[in-house]
């Protein structure tokens, strides 16, 4: 497909019937490029020679430089026509989606429905690139990859990088390979290492080996280690100064450079052999005096983190300590790089996002729109799993099947007793999954909290218990019921409790995910035990 | 209380009451504050007199600058006791609890019980600010106070802003006022404010009036702002330049400075009435020649804040354009103040929290080592509303009591097709409390959400109901009875999508928090429905 612009006029045929081809196919991306390098006339005799049809999509896909030059070369009732509908794309005043009642999402996708693609690409390169991630998140994925065929190529690598994983890795793919790397050639290390861990292995090589030498050697260090640990969140991009320079010459040698990497709040310092000093703040170093050294205003406390340390742990030092950015270090203390807070807040984010949708057994980088039948899959596995503690606590049931027979109010009130233990439980629960995660809970003082809980629950379990008997005795005018169901509800209370309580840190004990499988066996424990003790009781006390 | 140093002397016995009672009422600042006017001779004497137990605990309070010229007016049998105190107290290289199995809160709470305040004092004062803050959060509140009070006040004012709303109050309330203002005078003035609108209104008043009257000034004004806006999160510190200046003058006058405010990255361009005009990279300001003006290097393109705006926004706003600091401005465009993005961390963290803590009907801000009583109040409430959800699903069964007699098997089962549709409701309802969260579930695509969660449901309803329906049939030997299952399954879980979707949308909209209120309603709506299908389908097609 490549062709050097010289001879390009002899492959003006094939590239009309290339630009057909990617219109069709939804490649806008590529349209726009072989459109680029064509003569304002050629697209002129090209569009004369479409249908009406496959006239407009091409003319959504001319850019406003040879727009005007193209329409020059059109048969006036055609140029009329096509005038028109650009007028019709421009954005006036009343168009400005940010105060207006339409959302932006309205808008793009109005103009993707009546097919108004060049409306729809100046919509979008009005937008931050985060807007535009957050628009694309938002769409079915048949829109989605329409819409991102109308964001330019130089701006996609940028948007690429505030997506989910899942709908970030769909439309790097939709892209053609060399789209792809022009698109994340201007990316900071730290996002491309992301983007490349999200690819498949073919095209991530590709990628990495676009790289000049240099980046390419930096890249492939930063890929070596886990996703989840400093290097994981590393940019290798620190400024180094020495600790016997003056502040003054640190100021200079800043200047020759022009441009400081984004986000650069400290300078670190370096010895001969590239072990790490200390840091030395930008807004000290413009205070200082220009004769101080920087050893005298450097910071000896701001410690470099180890590369392997793990991720949360550098969330939270970034949090204790209120850092912008932090350097890096190996194991010999020699700096590697930095990391910045853009790239922690993310993980704040995730982490907690993560709890939640892990919680109700989601995927929290899934996309919403994602394919009726993958999410479909994704969900039944869920719903399997708890139709396994669903038919345990009806089996638990049916073993006493001769005793709701013989007294049929059990069946009218024994979900009232699974339902108390399930909402006890699950607030148990949550309370020490985020204790957890907030390193409120730990091991020194895991019992007070039990004690506590069961405390709470002990109070509660005798004030419901005892209302929810009278209610039941009022229901069914029946003391015994009242008095089992009331037994039961305190006891499967307490187990709630126990177990809201032991499951997460069990879990956690073991390296699983408490959020993911913590509820479904505490729903199943919770479930088990109320029916278990409410009619067995029964079954002892009142046959 | 206040007895000038002059005449100290003549106040000492009364000091030495004050003392013993500080100490008794586990004031143990105010007792340090006492000693530390007191003659290390009148100390010695105080010591001599007091019984063993009291001796220790006035020992524990003895700082170390006192402590060598005490001992030497004791008499030789309790100054050995009372050094050998001291030698255990101090840290040895093998106490560090960073990388011991013992961590921290254990180290804490076993000083704590042994009564080595001292000890704990100097494990405290090797802490972060955070970590303290941390370490009281994991602690129950007796052992909380008594290691709070052994917080040095220059240090507990930084700790207070790092806990959470309800533990703060409590242990700022545990300062006598004076050491309060004493503990906050060195806050920025966003942490202060925070701490004001969190204490009682008469103390807030207090550490009010003690500000400078330009502080105050300052102070009032941010106050002035609601807490989740953006003008509750300013701080009012802002480096502001003019854009007609050199930025070699620039430097110089940052030189003037000495200092610029924690968190500095942008100086923001002002006219000479205030109004905001652009902001200047610091990053962008060292690398400049120093013959280029501000105009050359200021960036429009970062807006100001207008002072009103949601907190959430403003969230939002440094997460997409991965902001380090931002200007505040009133709505005439003039210069408020400006955000750090370490408040912004805070914000986005406490946001995911409560979801988390919400959806279990748990307040993120309680402290989990809260009276027992007061947590057991605070959660009846959500048991008590779950009783009528409960009771709700009871009445729905007991509508059927006559069905359920004559076929038993029913009772056993009606569990698994709650359980199956509170599943599945819960998977939508968490899917759209986070979408609305994060911008992805909005007015342009909630109905496209809602096509395919029901999609995503149909599917799943008719895998799962053939499953369960035969293996009803395999455990009842009556196709009658799977058949109904099944269908009342399939039924309930495309209710539940629908309610998924519907309910926090609709709280959503009318300004409720979906995640507080969300999952209790789906419940109910899943259950009643879910018994309400089975045992209506089982009477009108088994009976």
Same mark, same amino acid.
């Given at each position: &497909?490549?062709?050097?612009?010289?001879?390009?006029?002899?492959?003006?045929?094939?590239?009309?019937?290339?630009?057909?081809?990617?219109?069709?196919? %939804?490649?806008?991306?590529?349209?726009?490029?072989?459109?680029?390098?064509?003569?304002?006339?050629?697209?002129?005799?090209?569009?004369?020679?479409?249908?009406?049809?496959?006239?407009?999509?091409?003319?959504?896909?001319?850019?406003?430089?040879?727009?005007?030059?193209?329409?020059?070369?059109?048969?006036?009732?055609?140029?009329?026509?096509?005038?028109?509908? =650009?007028?019709?794309?421009?954005?006036?005043?009343?168009?400005?989606p940010?105060?207006?009642?339409?959302?932006?999402?309205?808008?793009?996708r109005?103009?993707?429905?009546?097919?108004?693609?060049?409306?729809?690409?100046?919509?979008?390169?009005?937008?931050h690139?985060?807007?535009?991630?957050?628009?694309? @998140?938002? &769409?079915?994925?048949?829109?989605?990859?329409?819409?991102?065929?109308?964001?330019?190529?130089?701006?996609?690598?940028?948007?690429?990088?505030?997506?989910?994983d899942?709908?970030?890795?769909?439309?790097?793919?939709?892209?053609?390979?060399?789209?792809?790397?022009?698109?994340?050639?201007?990316?900071?290390?730290?996002?491309?290492?992301?983007?490349?861990?999200?690819?498949?292995?073919?095209l991530g090589n590709?990628?990495?080996?676009? =790289?000049s030498?240099?980046?390419?050697?930096?890249?492939?260090?930063?890929?070596?280690?886990?996703?989840?640990?400093?290097?994981?969140? &590393?940019?290798a991009?620190?400024?180094?100064?020495?600790?016997?320079?003056?502040?003054?010459?640190?100021?200079?040698?800043?200047?020759?450079?022009?441009?400081?990497?984004?986000?650069?709040?400290?300078? &670190?310092? +370096?010895?001969?052999?590239g072990?790490?000093?200390?840091?030395?703040?930008?807004?000290?170093?413009?205070t200082?005096e220009?004769?101080?050294?920087?050893?005298?205003?450097?910071?000896?406390?701001?410690?470099?983190?180890?590369?392997? !340390?793990?991720?949360?742990?550098?969330?939270?030092?970034?949090?204790?300590?209120?850092?912008?950015?932090?350097?890096?270090?190996?194991e010999?203390?020699?700096?590697?790089?930095?990391? !910045?807070?853009?790239?922690?807040?993310?993980?704040?984010? @995730?982490?907690?996002?993560?709890?939640?949708?892990?919680?109700? %057994?989601?995927?929290?980088?899934?996309?919403?729109?994602?394919?009726?039948?993958?999410?479909?899959?994704?969900?039944?596995?869920?719903? %399997?799993?708890?139709l396994?503690?669903?038919? %345990?606590?009806?089996?638990?049931?049916?073993?006493?099947?001769?005793?709701?027979?013989?007294? +049929?109010?059990?069946?009218?009130?024994?979900?009232?007793?699974?339902?108390?233990? $399930?909402?006890?439980?699950?607030?148990?629960?949550?309370?020490?999954?985020?204790?957890?995660?907030?390193?409120?809970?730990?091991?020194?003082?895991?019992r007070?909290?039990?004690?506590?809980?069961?405390?709470?629950?002990?109070?509660?379990?005798?004030?419901?218990?005892?209302?929810?008997?009278?209610?039941?005795?009022?229901?069914?005018?029946?003391?015994?019921?009242?008095?089992v169901?009331?037994?039961?509800?305190?006891?499967?209370?307490?187990?709630?409790?126990?177990s $809201?309580? $032991?499951?997460?840190?069990?879990?956690?004990?073991?390296?699983?995910?408490?959020?993911?499988?913590?509820?479904?066996?505490? !729903?199943?424990? !919770?479930?088990?035990?109320?029916?278990?003790?409410?009619?067995?009781l029964?079954?002892?006390?009142?046959?």
């Open positions: &497909m490549p062709s050097s612009s010289d001879n390009a006029s002899q492959h003006s045929l094939s590239d009309s019937n290339a630009i057909i081809q990617a219109l069709d196919s %939804g490649k806008n991306k590529r349209a726009r490029k072989l459109l680029a390098r064509m003569h304002p006339g050629k697209i002129a005799a090209l569009l004369e020679r479409l249908d009406t049809e496959q006239r407009l999509r091409l003319w959504q896909q001319i850019g406003p430089e040879v727009e005007e030059r193209t329409l020059h070369h059109l048969s006036p009732s055609l140029r009329a026509q096509l005038a028109g509908d =650009s007028a019709e794309a421009s954005i006036t005043a009343s168009d400005e940010d105060n207006s009642n339409t959302s932006q999402l309205e808008a793009v109005q103009a993707l429905t009546q097919g108004k693609l060049k409306r729809l690409g100046k919509l979008l390169h009005r937008m690139p985060a807007k535009v991630a957050g628009l694309l @998140e938002a &769409m079915p994925p048949a829109e989605r990859n329409r819409a991102w065929s109308m964001v330019e190529t130089e701006r996609a690598g940028k948007v690429l990088t505030y997506l989910h899942e709908i970030r890795t769909a439309l790097a793919l939709e892209l053609d390979p060399e789209d792809l790397i022009a698109a994340t050639a201007q990316l900071e290390l730290d996002d491309r290492v992301d983007l490349i861990q999200a690819l498949p292995a073919k590709q990628l990495l080996h676009a =790289s030498t240099a980046q390419r050697q930096q890249l492939e260090s930063m890929l070596s280690y886990p996703e989840d640990s400093a290097g994981g969140l &590393m940019n991009d620190p400024i180094q100064v020495r600790a016997d320079v003056q502040a003054g010459a640190v100021l200079r040698y800043l200047r020759l450079l022009e441009r400081l990497p984004p986000q650069t709040d400290l300078l &670190m310092v +370096v010895d001969r052999k072990h790490y000093q200390g840091a030395l703040r930008l807004s000290e170093l413009v200082a220009l004769d101080q050294r920087v050893s005298e205003l450097m910071h000896h406390d701001i410690a470099g983190i180890v590369v392997t !340390t793990n991720s949360n742990e550098v969330a939270q030092l970034f949090q204790d300590h209120d850092l912008l950015s932090a350097p890096v270090v190996d010999h203390n020699r700096l590697l790089g930095r990391i !910045t807070v853009d790239d922690v807040i993310d993980l704040i984010r @995730e982490n907690s996002d993560r709890a939640l949708m892990h919680m109700a %057994g989601l995927d929290d980088e899934a996309d919403i729109f994602a394919p009726v039948l993958v999410s479909a899959r994704r969900r039944a596995l869920w719903l %399997g799993i708890n396994i503690t669903a038919f %345990g606590a009806a089996w638990v049931i049916g073993l006493f099947q001769a005793t709701l027979e013989q007294l +049929v109010a059990l069946a009218v009130l024994m979900p009232i007793v699974a339902s108390m233990g $399930g909402i006890a439980g699950s607030q148990t629960l949550t309370l020490v999954i985020r204790g957890l995660a907030l390193g409120q809970v730990q091991k020194g003082n895991i007070i909290l039990l004690n506590r809980e069961l405390g709470i629950s002990i109070l509660n379990g005798i004030l419901w218990s005892v209302v929810i008997a009278l209610l039941a005795v009022a229901w069914f005018g029946n003391w015994g019921i009242g008095a169901l009331g037994a039961a509800i305190l006891l499967n209370l307490l187990c709630a409790t126990l $809201g309580w $032991g499951i997460p840190l069990l879990l956690h004990r073991m390296g699983i995910d408490p959020a993911l499988a913590g509820s479904v066996i505490l !729903t199943t424990v !919770t479930d088990v035990i109320g029916f278990f003790a409410f009619l067995g029964a079954t002892l006390l009142l046959l």
